[in-house]
Structure formats: C-alpha cells, structure tokens
C-alpha cells in the first residue's frame, strides 16, 4: 500500500505524482499547484487548486467561468442542493460582493493526516470525480 508521510510535509509530492498518473498538467507557484481537467459534457474545464493553509490542505475547484447578478440567486440555490445531497465537495458562491463572483468547491484535509501515495490517488481521484459531477450539474440542472 506504500508507506504514509504526512500531508504537510509531502502535499506537492503526492499532487505531482497523482497528477502525472492521470496526465494532468501541473502548474506551481510559491503557495500552490493548480491542475487542469477538461469537462467534455458540458464544453469547458475545471481547474483544481491544491493549497495550504495553517492546518489544511485546501483543493478549490472552479471552472472559471463568472456570474451575472440574475445568477447569483441560481448559484445559492444549485450550492445548498448539492450540499444537502452531496456535501463534497462543498460548493459556495465565491466573491459575491466582488466583481466577479463563481461558483466553486472546496475539499479539505488536515495537513497533520498521514497519507501513502496510494491513498492519497484514491481520494483526489475520488474528489475530481464529484467536483465533474458537480460542475456538470451546475450546467445541466441550473444552466449555469
């Protein structure tokens, strides 16, 4: 099953790793490492953003597209759905004050977890998964 390191230590290993396994292309800067996957049903993509906060490993997923103020309400309504039925990842409406506001969800870790290289595969795979599922219900269901 191969040996566990903890999270915290070894995040951008094993995203690097579990990303090349699926050929996912990888782009990193200081705080983070950011995959790309394409959303063939629903004619667009979804970026997954690993970071880290003090204690967590935060995946935010979007797929960049922004909403109009008639859609806002749309969003709020698709987010509680899919959290009462699905809860991960967790959707929101993200920078509904800001100038372009999103939908996006958000799995989380702590960084204090201990993880093989294995597991960690199975989980992010399992998190991309439902984030395809997410986003391809926002678009079908909500038509947003």
Known sequence: MGTAAELGVQWRSLVHAWASGRHFHCEQDTVSVSLRFDLADAGRSVTVRFMTTTKLLVAFM?????????????????????????????????????????IAGVCTLPLN???SQPEFDAL???????????????HQVFQL
């Open 62 to 102: 979007t797929d960049g597209r922004f909403l109009r103020g008639d859609q806002l309400a749309t969003a709020a309504a698709a987010a509680n759905a899919w959290n009462t039925e699905q809860l991960v990842p967790m959707l929101s409406v993200w920078d509904v004050r800001g100038p372009r506001p999103c």
């Open 113 to 115: 977890c201990r993880m």
């Open 124 to 138: 992010a795979g399992d998190w991309v998964e439902q984030a395809r599922q997410m986003f391809l219900r926002c």
